[in-house]
């Protein structure tokens, strides 16, 4: 369904720019528990390998999504950036790895919760049904559901975790780090976390 201060350093769950973010609005109660219900994914904290985009995509719904190059590798999930390597994902990957991510997005703008809860990773899903999903998005990141373009970033993958970066074109523009898990064959949405910034430590996203 689809990016620290001192109370936005922590990850955040969910399944949807510019390069000045202000932080997430969600409360610590409700970000511990989207932490809970993806999971932290320690595995990718290092040696992941960077994804180099692809060529521009567009999603013909109310929310546009392309890829867009980027310089560096995306921060893990405690906030650290790891080094970039040479190795790099082809286009079937990095298509694989965005679209549970899109079809979470457009899911969210049509308001779909159950469809949007469906591209979660299982071990999600067995925590949260549809309307805890709803509860989690509505309160914690509700520019989801505002239909605003979303741009895809950078992206690493290992083996069967990886990680996408999706910044968002809001009034305050927001971005996103997905985190995701591959199970029988295919990805499924594990997390999602702030973008922080790696020389101040503060949130990039509103």
Not at 35 to 53: D, I, K, Y
Not at 120 to 136: L, T, V
């Amino acid at each position: 369904m689809i990016l620290r201060t001192e109370r936005n350093r922590r990850t955040a769950g969910v399944i949807a720019v510019s390069t000045e973010f202000e932080s997430l609005g969600p409360k610590r109660t409700q970000l511990n528990s989207l932490l809970m219900g993806f999971g932290v994914l320690t595995l990718l904290a290092s040696g992941l390998s960077g994804c180099a985009p692809s060529t521009e995509d567009q999603i013909s719904s109310g929310a546009p999504i392309e890829s867009a190059p980027t310089a560096t590798p995306p921060p893990t999930l405690d906030g650290s950036v790891a080094q970039e390597t040479t190795s790099t994902c082809g286009p079937s990957q990095r298509d694989a790895l965005q679209h549970p991510i899109s079809e979470q997005l457009l899911a969210l703008n049509r308001g779909d919760f159950a469809a949007a809860r469906d591209q979660a990773s299982p071990s999600f899903r067995a925590i949260f049904d549809a309307q805890g999903f709803e509860e989690m998005v509505r309160s914690g990141f509700p520019f989801l559901l505002d239909q605003s373009p979303a741009v895809f970033g950078r992206c690493r993958i290992t083996n069967d975790t990886a990680s996408v970066e999706v910044r968002f074109k809001t009034r305050s523009p927001i971005a996103l780090v997905y985190f995701l898990v591959k199970t029988q064959h295919e990805w499924w949405i594990a997390g999602a976390s702030p973008v922080a910034d790696s020389v101040t430590g503060r949130a990039e996203t509103s």
